[in-house]
Every structure is written in C-alpha cells, then in structure tokens.
C-alpha cells in the first residue's frame, strides 16, 4: 500500500488564467481526491447594491468579469426590467442578442486558446488567440471597448449599430469561419490532440445532474438544457437549438464549444437580416420593487440573477450564482482516477472564470 | 413563483426532487431585518423552475442537504461564511476558512 | 486521424505577413467609436455639476465659485455618462487613450475659465 502524498495544485499556475487551488490526494501519480479552495479574490460585489443606485450599478455588474461582462450587465438590467416591469424595444432586444453572441464567440476562442496551452500545442493556442483579435475589433468598433462593453442600461441600450455597420459585421464573421474551421480541424481530428483528450474526465449524464452541471460541461455528457431555448430578449424569434454531445469526456467537451462558435456566428446572421427599426431606449421612472429570478445564457453555462427590491433607489438584496460555481462540484467528481498530467485539461475543461465565481 | 416551506419539510421536499430527477440550481439568502433571514432553494427541471423560501430566525440552524445533494456544500460553506448560519452535517466542511474576508459575516447584518 | 495537420496553418503564416504590428515604428490607428478620455470645451460649460453627480466613480469635481472643471483621469471608466447628461453638450470623448503618468496625482487636470471672460 503506498501511502499517499498531497500535493497542491494553484493558485498560481502556468496553466490557471485565473486562482483556483485544488489540493490534490494522490498515491503515485494517480489522483485520488481533490479539495477546491478559492475566496483570493473576493470582492464583496453584491453589497455594493446597498450603497449604489439601481441604475448606476449597471457599470459594477458588467465588472464581475471581464470574459463574460455584457451578458452579466444584460442580466442585471433584466431582472431590473422585469421587477419594474418595463418592455424594452424590439430593436434593443435584438442588438443585445447580437453583442451577447459575440461575447460569446470571443470567449469560446479565449478558450480554445488557453486550452491548447494547457496541453502544450503553442502554436494552436496563438492561432485562436489571433482570429479572437478580429473579433475584438469588431467589438471595439460598435462599442469602444474591447472587453468592457458599457451598452446595455436599464431600459435598453445606449449606442446604436448603422444597418451598414451590421452588413459589413455579418460578411467579416463569415469571413473568419473558414479560418475558425481550420482550427477546429487541428483540434477534433489531429491524433496527438485525440489522445490527450479522449476519455479523459468522463461525466455522465445522471452525475452531470446530480452534481449540478451547467453549460458546455453539461451539454456534453448528454443533458440538453441551454437557457437561451427560454426565449429571453429576441431568442424567442431566431432559430435556435442546444448542441448536444454524447460522450461526456474532455474530447466532447471540445467539441460542443467548436459548435457553438458557428452557431452564434449563425444567430448573428439571422438577427441582422431579421432586425426591425426603431428606438434602442425606453424611458425609466420610479423604483423598483418586489423580487424575481432571471436565468440567462453565459458561455460558460446558467446564470441566475436573484434580485429583491423594497421601494428604495437602492436594492435590498441582489444574488449572483455563476456558472463556474456550479461547475466545481463535477470537476471533484471527475478528478478521481485521472492521472496528475491530466489535471490541468480537467481544470480547464470545465473553463473556470473565478472572477465571477467570487464576486 | 416562490413557494413557502416550513423548515422542518426541508429534507423530505429534497429528497422527492432528488428523486423525480431535479437539479439544485442555487441556494441563496437574505437578511430580512435584524432578527431573520430568508432562506431560497432552487431546482429545476427541462423548463420547471421552482424555487421554495422560508424565513429563519438568526440562531437557527439548518441541516444541511449536501447528503442528498452532493454539490450542496459549495453553497452553505459560502452561506456560512458570509452570513453565519450553522450546517450541521455537511459533506466538506471548511469551517469558516472558505472565504478570507476581513470581518467575519460581513453580509450578516450586525455591523455596516 | 491525421498527423501534423497543423503544417498547412504554419506554411501559410511563414509566407503571409505576420499577424502582429511592429509597435513603437507602426502605431495601430484609432477605432472612431472607442472610448479613449474625456475632453471639454471650457468656453461653453455653464458648472452646473450634473455630470459631478453622474458619474459613477466620482472622478469629475467641478466648482461653480472658482469656474473650475476637474476630472481625474485614472479614476475615470470612460462610461459616456458624464457626456450623455451635458445640457450645452461641452463634453467629447476622444478616442486616444490618457498617457501613462508617473504619480497618481499627475492624472487630475483642472480646466477653468477664471481668465475667459465674456
């Protein structure tokens, strides 16, 4: 019997974009355990709502986390809209949409980027990292800012996109795809890549409920629940179905992101052709009050805004519950048995943002 | 949308969810004023969403759920330590050390 | 199952130009809508102070008494609140970002129109 040693893992590591630390059980490189620890970066966000008025504190939500910050502020500034019960315009509810996707195209490819590092492929990690350059630009363009977007406010957005800005956005992405798909080829069909991420970290589909997966990580082992199906802001009038792998290990992890980059690159194109004219904002009046619950779509998974307003310009109580802090639990669940090489792609398969995770 | 529970249901009502496949989506609180707090648990199905809420009085405990629940604990280690309610029975138990903040409880309501 | 698939990728970037610009000799142009700095026409600004209440971190301080307008430009987040609520539309923002400073005190700039008068 060997006994077994611990190591631990973080929070400064190579790999980690963010800190994380996992003590690690382990008897002769083969992990039998993992302790999660986090709480560096506690930042106590959500007294905030107690001192900052409600429709200042747009600019506090968006900074929860700078990768996925626009769907953080639309978020807040629909559970707001849904307490004072406000309807936004059709056309703010469709630029959201198309700012939210490419968010999300822009993390997917972060992703990719630091994922490829993770396992050592370089060169993979600086091809994704340039296509996701484009995208910034095309961010800075409609917004001003690369990754804080500051366009969403309570009542809708505050800056438009020009029909022809929003062509000539629609022909750039569809230019990028082939370039995404070269990509995509080095990570689904390369043999090297395969072995490293070929049953590796398998969940299930009853651990992946019982265990509280969310997002991609769910989606992968076979549970098909994608938030945007609900219909929130323009969804409900575009085309959209959850991608859903089978197999449940980091291979297939992968690929339900790789999908999910040509599906927005898709929504977005629906949304242009299908955008009505008109104003972008409604005007606000009053305080909020009553409580509500909103779920919305990250890239990496189910967020829930629970927020409890009395009558005040400032709110009772706001709750965030990312993604990342439900994706913890499985990642203990998949650790045991792997190999302490393998930890890191575990860890990163999961796409940890513990930014948001602490608040 | 919310629905009411007695504290005392608590572990049976988890267990039928458990049972009929729901998924525990969040677990959250609320310091209503200086004597109690508002409990809210979440779970959720396909397109179900139901979220139940009690109101606790600020010396209660609670048993915790993390035996029905495995991924429970995430949830009332952070409550625990922001809020100070006490979970007798869970899973992971990190005994306050789970968040490093610089006064203790600082969501509870006792110092501004 | 393919080996090496990625030479195709890596042939085409050793005979394109490459992805990056040769920063300090090439300077990458500025986007029109990107939020750079706050600037203000001090002639036309009447002090009222609603983009002092505006603003979210506190970074502008304006004083009615001495004709002074005064922004820190570190604790700025560049937001376009501040110019959003302007009544005579004196604020722009510009699209070059505030050089680096050497003190934390050197980002405040003051402008007045102590000796503009009409």
């Given at each position: 019997?060997?006994?077994p ?5 973080g929070?400064?590591h ?17 992990v039998?355990?993992?302790i999660?620890?986090i ?10 709502v ?14 929860i986390?700078?990768?996925c ?13 849904q ?18 996707e490419?968010?999300?195209?822009h ?13 050592g492929?370089?060169?993979l990690?600086?091809q ?12 800075e363009?409609t ?7 500051g366009?969403?406010k309570?009542g809708?957005?505050r800056?438009?996109?020009?029909n022809d ?7 750039q992405?569809l ?33 992946a ?13 076979g549970?098909?629940e994608?938030?945007?199906?609900s219909g929130?802001?323009?969804y409900?009038?575009l ?17 339900v ?10 929504l977005?194109r ?10 972008i ?6 305080f ?6 909103i779920?919305t779509?990250q890239?990496?998974g ?6 409890k ?8 109580r706001l709750?965030v ?9 499985p990642?203990?669940?998949m650790?045991p048995?792997c190999?302490?090489s ?18 | 949308m919310?629905e ?8 049976e009502?988890?267990?039928t969810k ?16 200086t004597?109690?707090?508002?409990m809210?648990y979440?779970f ?13 009085s ?17 949830y009332?280690?952070?409550?625990h ?5 006490q979970?007798p029975?869970?899973a ?21 | 199952m ?10 085409k ?11 300090p ?16 026409e001090?002639?036309?600004?009447i002090?009222?102070g ?10 502008i301080?304006v004083q009615?008494e ?6 820190n430009r570190?604790n ?7 110019v ?10 510009e ?9 934390p ?6 402008y ?7």
């Open positions: 019997m060997t006994k040693t611990i190591i631990p893992f929070p400064q190579p790999v980690f974009p963010e800190p994380i630390h996992l003590d690690l059980v382990v008897e002769d490189e083969k039998i355990q993992g999660p620890s709480g560096f970066i506690h930042r106590g966000l959500e007294r905030l107690e001192v900052k008025d409600f429709q200042e504190y747009v600019y506090v939500a968006e900074r986390c700078g990768i910050s626009f769907i953080h502020g639309m978020s807040y500034c629909q559970a707001v809209e307490v004072m019960n406000i309807t936004i315009t059709e056309r703010a509810a469709y630029l959201r949409v198309i700012w939210s490419l968010s999300r195209i993390s997917h490819l972060l992703w990719l980027g630091l994922f490829a590092d993770g396992f492929f370089e060169s990690f600086m994704s990292w340039r296509i996701r350059e484009k995208i910034l630009d095309i961010i363009a917004t001003g800012g690369r990754v804080i977007f366009s969403c309570v809708g957005v800056r438009d996109i020009t800005a929003l062509k000539s956005i629609v022909d992405l230019a990028y795809q082939k370039e995404i798909h070269e990509i995509s080829a080095v990570f689904t069909k390369d043999k090297t890549v395969q072995s490293r991420l070929v049953d590796v970290g398998v969940l299930s589909e009853t651990d409920i019982q265990w509280g997966a969310v997002g991609p990580t769910a989606r992968a082992s549970v098909a994608d938030q945007r199906s929130y802001a323009a409900g009038q085309e959209f179905a959850p991608i859903v792998e089978q197999a449940g290990d980091s291979h297939a992890r992968t690929v992101r790789l999908k999910e980059l040509d599906q927005s690159i898709d977005i629906q949304a242009v052709s299908k955008m009505p004219e008109g104003t904002d409604v005007k606000v009046t009053g909020p009050t009553g409580e509500c619950f779920r779509e890239p990496r189910e967020v829930v805004y629970y927020l307003a009395n009558g005040t310009k400032f709110l009772q709750r519950r990312t993604p990342t802090f439900a994706n913890i639990p990642l203990l669940k650790l048995g190999s302490l393998d930890v890191p792609i575990l860890v990163l398969t999961i796409d940890p943002c513990i930014s948001c995770t602490e608040r | 919310s009411d529970l007695n504290i005392d249901q608590l572990q009502i988890t267990r458990f049972d009929e496949g729901y998924r525990l989506v969040q677990i959250g609180c609320t310091t209503i004023s004597e109690q707090f508002e809210n979440s959720n199905r396909v397109d179900q969403f139901i979220n139940y809420q009690t109101k606790i600020k010396e209660v405990s609670i048993p915790s759920i993390s035996n029905i629940y495995p991924n429970a604990f995430l009332e280690n952070e409550i330590d922001l809020f100070g309610i979970f029975g869970l992971i138990d990190f005994n306050g050390h789970f968040y490093k903040t610089a006064i203790p409880n600082p969501f509870r309501g006792d110092q501004k | 393919r080996f090496l698939g990625m030479i195709g990728i890596l042939i970037n050793l005979i394109h130009k490459p992805a990056t610009i040769l920063y000799f090439e300077k990458k142009p500025f986007l029109d809508k990107s939020r750079g700095q706050i600037q203000i001090i002639d036309n600004c002090f009222c609603i983009c002092q209440k505006k603003c979210p971190t506190n970074a301080i009615k001495t004709k002074t307008w005064q922004i570190l700025c987040i560049t937001c376009n609140a501040c959003e609520v302007c009544p005579k539309k004196c604020l722009l923002m699209n070059c970002y505030s050089a680096a400073v050497a003190q005190s050197a980002a405040v700039f003051t007045s129109q102590a000796f503009t008068n009409k």
